[in-house]
């Protein structure tokens, strides 16, 4: 009898005593909650299959991975890639993707080391109306040649050498947009970002201009990552954030993982 209400006793101990424990444990669950950082990053809007105008896109994802790495949760800003270039440029924002180096960015944008993809700077033509074809590896178009280009993006040294051989730029807000100009011949040409990891014409088929337009030649590659304002207050802390983020994303497999979903065809280049 005596070992049947010790046992009772027992018993109805246990639950008090994890009630204790829930209760020394509550405060130092809710400030790892609480100290839990977010921020605001600006994404590009016209892309793909990169970053797309709904906030998806394999960079997106990449960036959102290495952050939540470090336990920093990440607000996309989607907007024009002109006004997310601008407002890292001025301070206003600490970050933005997708940059390539520009002499611009000297002193005042920080590109993380390791790049998020490389992409092919490649010039389009009118089905019916080909452009002259240059030497082999070379990147040239006739004098007064009138290229459409995405206003403020940073392209290779062979497509921004066109422009003092007398070759003249139109900027549109996204390489759709110049594809559709190409198609309807309002441009001679139109200088492309495509990707190996999908096929040339993919852009065209988004613009629905696949019949009118075509690949012409390439003008060289470019790396594509995020880019850390200078000026902004949490810009370099920011950097630093991702940077390890980064590195254990590649380490941990995350990265892999987020290809393998974006691009299921396409083998992983470790």
């Known amino acids: 009898m005596h070992s049947a209400k010790m046992n009772s006793s027992k018993w109805q101990s ?48 990449v960036v959102v991975a290495a952050f939540k790495e470090m336990a920093v949760d990440v607000q996309l800003k989607v907007v024009p890639y002109a006004r997310c270039k601008y407002m890292v440029l001025n301070g206003t924002n600490m970050a933005c993707f997708n940059m390539s180096w520009s002499p611009e ?13 490389t992409v092919n700077n490649d010039i389009f033509e009118q089905v019916n ?45 996204s390489d759709g947009q110049n594809l559709q ?28 201009t696949e019949d009118a337009v075509r690949f012409a030649f390439s003008c060289g590659v470019v790396t594509a990552t995020i880019g850390f304002s200078l000026s902004h207050p949490d810009g370099l802390r920011a950097l630093k954030i991702y940077e390890e983020g980064y590195r254990r994303i590649q380490a941990n497999g995350v ?9 299921p065809s396409q083998p992983v280049v470790d």
């Open 105 to 117: 960015f000297e002193g005042k944008v920080k590109l993380a080391a390791q790049p998020i993809y």
């Open 181 to 208: 100009k190409l198609a309807a011949r309002r441009l001679s040409a139109a200088l492309i970002v495509t990707s190996d990891l999908e096929a040339k014409e993919q852009k065209a088929k988004l613009a629905g």
């Open 255 to 263: 990265l892999k993982q987020i290809h393998i979903r974006r691009f």
């Open 14 to 61: 246990r639950p008090m005593l994890l009630m204790c424990l829930l209760y020394l444990l509550a405060p130092s669950t809710v400030a790892a909650l609480e100290t839990r950082e977010t921020m605001t990053i600006l994404a590009e809007d016209a892309a793909p299959p990169w970053s797309e105008h709904d906030g998806t896109g394999y960079a997106n994802d």
């Open 129 to 173: 109306a080909p452009l002259p074809k240059p030497s082999k590896g070379t990147c040239t178009l006739p004098p007064g040649t009138v290229v459409g280009s995405v206003r403020d993006y940073e392209y290779s040294t062979q497509a921004t050498a066109l422009r003092s051989a007398g070759i003249v730029f139109e900027s549109a807000e």
